[in-house]
């Protein structure tokens, strides 16, 4: 018989879409049986990082830091925004897509030799892990998909686990209170191992709990903290320690929360890798990060963010406020049917002038007029709703011909409705 593996990364992405009956099916049991065929065990120390937002942030933080301090950092995150190997990086370089078909083929031979499927982010999550074992790397940064506990990369021990924040997102699988989806994400600590909250308001008994882990359990605003003002910010750490240091290249007030997390970190783990202060400083202004706050024009002002629930949309609010502009700001908004679209657009209706929909063509995607009952329910006016569109470029495209070099154009509500205005912008580059 023979043996006839997909030839590319598209379809090999395309065969991994339809390999298991569901795109969400949260437990351990199917990576776990490859992730011991395959023999898959970290030979170096693993940084995990849960939380409902921030998580992508703190990754890059830390993977900016840990390579000006000359380690070599295997780091995986998710989702992607224009190609899936910006999911699987080394030394800062995105993984070809030859490694990832050649890892993708051995894990399929995994797989099949255990009689078992897997979804399409325990396919990556197992291909992230052989790819850091294979480049030999120096430290792993992982970011949990979905929740913490029952997430694929939760099947591989952490030595320092970091909880960026607890807000309502995903409920229908991690629960309708932040004390219940709390109680998922610290799935990820491990007992006698540092544990890193950046959350300020643990709700209900989830501090009790936590201790119950027997974790080191470090919190901010008690066992780190910090303050700011527009030139520096000042981190009062773990060890003691107290340094003034330059703002993060990251936008948003709430980048300082999520630095503040990345060095107690570090702090917890110098004796395992000790990180220079210029390292720090070096990494902390050149991070980068697409679609976070990410400003890419001042005339008029263009900001893309992948806010996509209702905390994530209050710290865009702010952020919003903090810069304001003369003349009027245009919303394009995508979304998720299964995300709070009323309350993430409802965080947003005092910074918006004019809104401008969009349906997004994947399979969880709203349509245009589900976004617009969205809206009516938080309570926008419908004299505000300027045009839904066929797609998310049509509605950028719109939006940019019409605004003045005084207003304002904010693209939000989910990775899939900024990934197409990043290409767009791409192909009009090149």
């Not at 903290?225 to 007030?253: E, I």
């Amino acid at each position: 018989m023979i043996d006839i593996r997909p030839a590319t990364l598209e379809s090999w992405l395309s065969y991994l879409e339809k390999l298991h009956p569901k795109m969400i099916d949260m437990g351990l049991e199917r990576v776990k049986k490859v992730r011991d065929a395959l023999k898959l065990k970290p030979e170096f120390p693993v940084i995990t990082i849960a939380g409902t937002n921030g998580k992508g942030s703190v990754c890059a933080m830390l993977e900016s830091i840990l390579g000006c301090a000359s380690y070599r950092v295997g780091c995986y995150t998710s989702p992607h925004l224009l190609r899936y190997n910006e999911r699987i990086r080394v030394d800062r370089h995105d993984i070809t897509d030859e490694v990832l078909c050649e890892v993708f083929a051995e894990i399929e031979s995994a797989r099949e030799s255990v009689q078992t499927t897997l979804t399409y982010f325990e396919f990556g999550t197992l291909a992230a892990m052989l790819i850091f074992l294979r480049s030999r790397v120096d430290v792993a940064i992982l970011e949990v998909g979905l929740g913490g506990r029952l997430d694929a990369v939760n099947v591989f021990d952490t030595d320092c686990a970091i909880l960026t924040s607890i807000d309502l997102d995903h409920t229908d699988y991690l629960g309708s209170t932040r004390e219940a989806i709390g109680q998922e994400k610290i799935g990820i600590f491990r007992a006698d191992k540092p544990a890193i909250c950046a959350e300020p308001d643990i709700p209900g008994n989830l501090r009790e709990k936590m201790r119950a882990m027997n974790v080191r359990l470090y919190c901010i605003d008690e066992a780190f903290s910090y303050t700011a003002d527009h030139l520096q910010w000042r981190y009062q750490g773990v060890s003691g320690r107290h340094c003034s240091l330059p703002l993060p290249a990251l936008k948003g007030d709430c980048q300082l929360q999520n630095a503040s997390a990345v060095l107690a970190a570090l702090d917890v783990l110098e004796e395992v890798f000790p990180v220079p202060m210029d390292a720090i400083r070096r990494g902390l202004v050149e991070v980068t990060l697409a679609g976070r706050f990410q400003m890419i024009s001042a005339r008029p002002v263009i900001i893309l963010d992948v806010a996509h629930n209702p905390a994530a949309a209050r710290r865009l609010s702010a952020n919003l406020e903090t810069l304001p502009v003369k003349g009027c700001t245009y919303a394009v908004v995508g979304m998720l049917k299964d995300k709070d679209m009323a309350g993430t657009l409802r965080a947003l209706k005092n910074n918006v002038d004019c809104w401008l929909i969009s349906g997004l063509d994947v399979a969880r995607g709203a349509s245009a007029n589900e976004v617009l009952q969205a809206l009516e329910e938080a309570g926008v006016e419908r004299r505000n709703i300027l045009h839904a569109f066929p797609d998310v470029q049509s509605a950028y495209v719109y939006a940019h011909e019409h605004a003045s070099d005084d207003d304002r154009i904010c693209v939000f509500g989910s990775f899939h409705t900024v990934s197409p205005v990043m290409t767009g912008l791409g192909e009009s580059d090149s």
